[in-house]
């Protein structure tokens, strides 16, 4: 199937369009946008400024992709906005560009934005994440592999929400999310691991065991953060998972939901 484009949308020149590409009714292309194989934008869609888009991403109606951030230090730097491949992006969701000169606001592949969902400037959303419906991600906001994030959750600017978790609808995160953990509450507290998504994505016991050993430590034994780290280094069998506990941990500028 060769490349479509709807009569009634705009092109700029410019533009690079992969094979099988199809452009629905009154859609506009920036004219320096790159969009790949197989991709799929239906009506009304805007997708503008430095934007790469990867291959078999299927975006709905009206969503807007590319466009200027939101923030009053942006001055008209040449900033990106790269997609990878096989996302969702649904009905009127956002993705705006980065704010400063050469930097790029990204969300990697086969992901899921649900409706009004909101990734602004400078955030990185990695691959397999889920944002239901009006999420909305402040600026440097970074969403680790496999995360999920329920539905009309805002999100504090240079948050970090770690891999394999998943946050309950309502929520308002102001702090980091470690991986591994369910978040829920107001104000938000980790209520325990997320067995549920670590299973299905094919974690066996010998995986999660130091997993919960770690988070007995950090939730668990009146410790606090910097005690439990001293344990788990000195208690807990080296493991990839707990590396990126421990990364996680140690990297976190806004400390970590308790």
């Known amino acids: 199937m060769s490349t479509e484009v709807h009569g009634t949308a705009i092109i700029h020149e410019g533009a690079e369009l992969g094979e099988d590409v199809r452009i629905g009714p009154y859609s506009i292309i920036g004219p320096d946008v790159k969009i790949g194989d197989g991709t799929v934008v239906g009506s009304n869609i805007l997708i503008d400024g430095f934007t790469t888009i990867g291959a078999g991403n299927t975006i709905f109606h009206g969503a807007a992709l590319g466009t200027p951030p939101q923030a009053l230090k942006y001055r008209g730097a040449r900033s990106f906005t790269r997609i990878g491949d096989n996302n969702v992006i649904r009905e009127y969701a956002t993705v705006n560009s980065a704010t400063g000169e050469g930097d790029s606001t990204v969300v990697g592949s086969n992901c899921l934005l649900m409706a009004y969902s909101h990734v602004a400037h400078d955030c990185v959303v990695g691959d397999n994440a889920i944002l239901a419906n009006a999420v909305n991600l402040g600026g440097h906001v970074s969403v680790h592999d496999y995360a999920i994030v329920g539905g009309m959750v805002p999100v504090h600017q240079f948050v970090r929400i770690g891999a394999h978790s998943f946050i309950g609808g309502g929520n308002r995160l102001v702090k980091d999310v470690l991986p591994f953990v369910r978040v829920a509450g107001s104000p ?22 130091p997993i919960k050993a770690a988070y007995r430590l950090i939730y668990r034994s009146g410790l606090n953060v910097s005690q439990a780290i001293e344990r788990m280094e000195i208690e807990i069998k080296p493991s990839p998972e707990i590396e990126t506990l421990l990364d996680f941990i140690r990297g976190s500028q806004r400390g970590i939901i308790l």
């Not at 670590?198 to 016991?205: A, M, N």
């Open 188 to 209: 938000s507290k980790v209520l325990g691991l997320n067995m549920v998504g670590l299973k299905r994505r094919g974690f066996d016991e010998s995986r999660i065991e």
